[in-house]
T-cell receptor, first 112, second 110 residues
Framework: ETGVTQTPRHLVMGMTNKKSLKCEQHLGHNAMYWYKQSAKKPLELMFVYNFKEQTENNSVPSRFSPECPNSSHLFLHLHTLQPEDSALYLC???????????FGSGTRLTVV | QKEVEQDPGPLSVPEGAIVSLNCTYSNSAFQYFMWYRQYSRKGPELLMYTYSSGNKEDGRFTAQVDKSSKYISLFIRDSQPSDSATYLCAMGAAGNKLTFGGGTRVLVKP
């Protein structure tokens, strides 16, 4: 596999469920990102990891919990979400902060 | 005022026409500029990356940056139905994360 892989592609969860999104990059990049993309809104940066250390948390509610066990893997743990959290969640990676980002195909999340 | 402004469209053009897209920005610290293309149900993919004012050409795509006016453009020549997508501009300052525009939806009609 090449590039950035996200699983699952689609997820429907109830407000009381706990689930996790997974991202894996095979590019040897040092930085990884979680973005939220809602309809008719710009991409919203959620978290940034550099060399598996979190360097930015963009005032994200605590019901979203990221985990970066190594430079190639990134998780987003979800619990007690709200319907307004329904969106496309995109993972991206880059070699450095000034380089172009490579995005995964995203996880389409629906909270019911 | 948003840091990056981009008209959401949709921009509808006939096949073969030139597509003209642009973004304006307010942060004079931005030094590098990118354009991404996003197809439906896919993540954005990097199309063009520029680091200075002027033009950069790659096949049918031309990116222009005017730092004095804080204005960037993307032109697509000989547009094809396969160019129908959402185009996002992105920009950043050295060592900092990217700031994205909201995207412009483009429809190229056969």
């Amino acid at each position: 596999e090449t590039g950035v892989t996200q699983t699952p592609r689609h997820l429907v969860m109830g407000m009381t469920n706990k689930k996790s999104l997974k991202c894996e990059q095979h590019l040897g990049h040092n930085a990884m990102y979680w973005y939220k993309q809602s309809a008719k809104k710009p991409l919203e940066l959620m978290f940034v990891y550099n060399f598996k250390e979190q360097t930015e948390n963009n005032s994200v509610p605590s019901r979203f919990s990221p985990e970066c066990p190594n430079s190639s893997h990134l998780f987003l743990h979800l619990h007690t979400l709200q319907p307004e959290d329904s969106a496309l969640y995109l993972c991206a990676s880059s070699q450095g902060s000034s380089d172009g980002y490579t995005f995964g195909s995203g996880t389409r999340l629906t909270v019911v | 005022q948003k840091e990056v402004e981009q008209d959401p469209g949709p921009l509808s053009v006939p096949e073969g026409a030139i597509v003209s897209l642009n973004c304006t920005y307010s942060n004079s610290a931005f030094q590098y500029f990118m354009w991404y293309r996003q197809y439906s149900r896919k993540g954005p993919e990097l199309l063009m990356y520029t680091y200075s004012s002027g033009n950069k050409e790659d096949g049918r795509f031309t990116a222009q940056v005017d730092k004095s006016s804080k204005y960037i453009s993307l032109f697509i020549r000989d547009s094809q139905p396969s160019d129908s997508a959402t185009y996002l501009c992105a920009m950043g300052a050295a060592g900092n994360k990217l700031t994205f525009g909201g995207g412009t939806r483009v429809l190229v009609k056969p």
